[in-house]
């Protein structure tokens, strides 16, 4: 089965607590701080492997977490850090936050690597909360969590030919007799469900890979037929073939099909027109297929070319064209990173919202720092509340009018609020 499409959840591991602890030795009745930190938690990062054709496996599995660090320990012990999760996708997977859209990795090589969610970083043990006014402190830090999302992978097929036709022109015909690709052949409309790649050898032994997509009608766009979402795998395109039936098999006329091709594409994605083409007159072995050449020749000269993808007439020289037109293409450079695209961080550190008198406090950062907190140690909440005030948090309740007595609730912790 051929899966171009996923959506998965991924979350990177949890940092692991740090550690309030305390030396203990002969003759040193209050020793100091020896708590350790805890471990950072594992990533999951997304690998492209040449061996993964589709996205099917992800079909059944769609939970991936990484490693949690382990908690830090007394003489000053740090916790082992969280292993990562790798997930292999096929060359060409795209990876989308599905909240907001935006492209988070695009893995176009063989190898790439995106780390997707990170774990969270390991608590601070009490030694590192020592200063000198300050020499035995008892607090220590949890672990930041580890970053969670439901993330979108969108497959699409690296072809340097993208084959756009009618059902039934013979694209399928076509790729079967110039690659190894053996596709399903027959004579009725959407016999190809889904794309099929083919590697071509030129005559000097020089490859390309062509992309046989299902058949396109008009109306795609609106979800006629198979629809057009297919077309997303001519993206990557470097070179369009319009297959087109020159002995008009189904009744349609040759030169009409064109333009509704070009329409459909056009409604996918105008940048598509924009490619270099050529416009392929197949079925010429069949009587009045010429006649129909030579009106599309008229129409649009030399990018027309005649075929017989049964017989093999002219075949063979429209391979050298393509190949041609190739080599004529800038190469387009893969540095073997993987293109990330950078998130920006949110800017407000918090947001408040009053929902039956309670003081809703939400954002990534103050959440964080309450997960962070353990609330059972008295010098970790009265840093969590310098930390808080720090961030404007006391000052942005007072506006909103909060007054003693009432109720701030961050995430899963409700305080009472005083002055
Ligand atoms: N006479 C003749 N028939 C052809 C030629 N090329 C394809 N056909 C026939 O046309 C029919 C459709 O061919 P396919 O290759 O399956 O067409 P397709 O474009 O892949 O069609 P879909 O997968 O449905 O989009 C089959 O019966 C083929 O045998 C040709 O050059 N000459
Ligand atoms: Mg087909």
Redesign the pocket.
């Known amino acids: 089965m051929f899966i171009d499409h996923a959506k998965i959840y991924v979350k990177g591991g949890d940092g692991g607590n740090g550690c309030v602890a305390f030396r203990r030795e002969k003759y040193v009745p209050m020793g100091g701080p020896y708590g350790g930190d805890g471990g950072r938690g594992g990533n999951v990062v997304f690998v492209a492997d040449e061996g993964m054709g589709s996205l099917m496996d992800f079909q059944y599995r769609k939970h991936f977490k990484a490693g949690r660090g382990v908690h830090g320990m007394g003489k000053n012990q740090h916790g082992a850090w969280g292993e990562d999760f790798r997930v292999k996708v096929p060359v060409g997977t795209i990876i989308l936050d599905d909240d907001s859209g935006q492209v988070l990795a695009d893995l176009t090589v063989a190898g790439q690597e995106a780390t997707i969610a990170s774990g969270g970083r390991g608590g601070r043990g009490n030694s590192r909360f020592a200063t000198t006014v300050h020499k035995a402190p008892s607090m220590a830090e949890n672990g930041e969590p580890g970053e969670e999302k439901w993330i979108r992978l969108e497959l699409r097929l690296l072809a340097d030919v993208g084959?756009v036709?009618?059902?039934?022109?013979?694209?399928?015909?076509?790729i079967?007799r110039v690659s190894a690709a053996r596709?399903?052949?027959?004579?009725?409309?959407?016999?190809?469900l889904v794309p099929n790649l083919g590697v071509v050898m030129t005559r000097d032994k020089d490859t390309f890979v062509i992309a046989?997509i299902?058949?396109l009608i008009e109306g795609a766009h609106e979800g006629t037929g198979l629809g057009h979402h297919f077309l997303r795998h001519i993206e990557r395109n470097r070179i369009l073939l319009f297959?087109l039936?020159a002995?008009e098999?189904d009744g349609r006329p040759v030169t009409d099909d064109y333009v509704t091709l070009r329409n459909e594409l056009e409604f996918f994605n105008p940048e598509l027109l924009q490619r270099p083409y050529l416009i392929v007159a197949?079925?010429?072995?069949?009587p009045g297929a010429e006649e129909n050449l030579r009106l599309l020749q008229e129409k649009y000269g030399h990018l027309v070319h005649g075929?017989?993808?049964?017989?093999g007439q002219g075949v063979g020289e429209l391979v050298e064209k393509i190949y041609q037109i190739l080599r004529s293409l800038p190469v387009e450079e893969h540095t073997g990173e993987a293109r990330i695209i950078r998130r920006f961080e949110d800017e407000e550190p918090f947001k408040i919202e009053i929902m039956n008198g309670v003081y809703l406090v939400s954002g990534k950062r103050i959440e964080n720092l309450v997960t962070m907190t353990n609330f059972a140690q008295e010098e970790s909440l009265q840093r969590f509340q310098r930390t808080t005030a720090r961030m404007g948090l006391d000052e942005a309740l007072k506006q909103k009018g909060i007054k003693a007595g009432d109720t701030v609730r961050i995430k899963d912790m409700e305080f009472d609020y005083s002055d």
Do not use: C, E, Q, R
């Not at 052949?185 to 190809?192: R, S």
């Not at 197949?282 to 069949?286: A, E, G, P, Q, T």
């Not at 075929?307 to 017989?311: K, Q």
């Open positions: 084959l036709g009618f059902p039934n022109a013979g694209k399928s015909t076509f079967s596709p399903k052949i027959a004579d009725y409309p959407f016999t190809t046989d299902p058949g297959v039936d002995a098999v197949n079925k010429l072995d069949v075929i017989s993808a049964v017989t």
